[in-house]
């Protein structure tokens, strides 16, 4: 089970940033190494994995987009308004091409277009991910972290970290950000949830009343 964790993620100077690419590009099997920049920042690969449970708008004169639609980036077409639903497809995997100043809001931006969805940006969060002694630590990256950044910190194993997307459900649900038809349905979905939770505690106290009157039959008089 996911549990929260934080970390540090210290500081570091050019040279130290200079030997972390070295180290990190040593590690890989892959062709996505880290570059360092004459400016002083660094570009280099994050893969994040979608761990989306509802589905997704996109413009409804587009068909459901594949993973080979992704990679190929939005059409001209996509700025239609009206809308249809599809759910992505399971544990899809993304890789961003992305500088070490680029913000984990800017990284859900470029997913959420790879895919050609137009849900607002809010609806979702980047998390980090990590598993240690057997257990997975989770955690949500504030808009402003750099996600290649924790990247070159944590090295190269997806064990020590990876990059999730999920729907931003911190509990401080930001309500502006869906639209009316969704809104009326969360009232649906939660009134058929609150009508469950109520017949099943009847249901509960019921057996348990029968329960209590079968046992007061069953005891002898006196």
Partial sequence: Q?????????????????????????????????SLNKDGSYTGFIKVQLKLVRPVSVPASKKPPTLQDARRGPGRSTAVRRRTSFYLPKDAVKHLHVLSRTRAREVIEALLRKFLVVD?????????????????????????????????????????????????????VNWDAFSMPELRNFLRILQREEEEHLRQILQKYSCCRQKIQEALHACPLG
């Fill in 2 to 34: 996911d549990e929260p964790v934080q970390w540090e993620t210290p500081d570091l100077s050019q040279a130290e940033i200079e030997q972390k690419i070295k180290e990190y590009n040593g590690q890989i099997n892959s062709n996505l190494f880290m």
């Fill in 120 to 172: 607002d940006p809010r609806k979702f969060a980047l998390f980090e991910r990590a598993e240690r002694h057997g257990q997975v630590y989770l955690r949500k990256l504030s808009d402003e972290e750099q996600p290649l950044r924790l990247r070159l910190l944590a090295g190269p194993s997806e064990k020590a970290l990876s990059f999730v997307l999920k729907e931003n459900d911190s509990g401080e």
